[in-house]
């Protein structure tokens, strides 16, 4: 099966970083507080790593990047 799925960037920089928010649908611990059925965010960064190997006598360069969460912290409503 087979559907149009949403566009997302792929060429983040080395460095960048977001905000994204979650749902606790399970228990999480935050800052010294537990929290249950409540939003919280979390601040991540991009990291891209370089590995530089041989493969079949020639060198070969791999970047693997993903998003690394840096801290958590719970949203109070106003």
């Known amino acids: 099966m087979k559907w149009l799925a949403k566009h997302t960037k792929t060429d983040y920089s080395n460095g960048a970083t977001r905000l994204k928010r979650f749902f606790s649908w399970l228990?999480?611990?935050i800052s010294g507080k537990m929290i249950w059925l409540e939003m919280y965010e979390v601040l991540q960064v991009y990291e891209i790593k370089t590995y530089a190997v041989i493969i079949e006598d020639k060198e070969v360069v791999f970047k693997v990047s993903n998003w690394v969460n840096l801290s958590k912290r719970i949203?109070?409503?106003q």
Do not use: L, V
């Open 75 to 77: 949203i109070e409503w």
């Open 27 to 29: 228990p999480i611990y």
